[in-house]
């Protein structure tokens, strides 16, 4: 898509996740977004000045996009043209399959994780993505 894009004379800018580290810690959601999407923003609009951005977000960072997004209509901010989601949960009063490793007593150990460090291992949280892409299909790709 990237080379789509650029093919055709659009600039493209792009910002990968960070992993965090116990530096991490104290970091919140409008940390990320301040500090990661609207730095991010700010600095393509530097570049290319009054030119509206076509986003596109991506599981965590999708999420990240539309909370940003919608702060971003709240306080008159007419940067974006548009906004697509890839992979991104936006309602998560019914979250689907991904519910059964998502249990209270689950949610409560991930919690106390947390509050102990402040952010979660890599490899705590590569254990529901290895059963995402599984050899045991737990959801078919059909």
Known sequence: MVKYLVDRGHPVFMISWVNPG?????????????????AALDASGAIVPGEKVHAVGYCLGGILFTITAAVMARDGD???????L???????TEVGEIAVFM?????????????????LEP????????????????????
């Open 103 to 119: 249990g209270p007593s689950a949610i409560s150990f991930i919690e106390d994780m947390m509050w102990d460090r402040g952010y």
């Open 123 to 142: 490899t705590q949280t590569s254990g529901g993505f290895q059963l995402l892409k599984s050899r045991d299909l737990i959801w078919s790709k059909q």
């Open 78 to 84: 007419e940067r974006l043209a548009s906004v697509t």
């Open 22 to 38: 116990p530096e991490d810690g104290d970091l919140s959601m409008d940390d990320y977004r301040t500090l990661g999407v609207m």
């Open 86 to 92: 890839f992979t991104t949960m936006t309602d998560f």
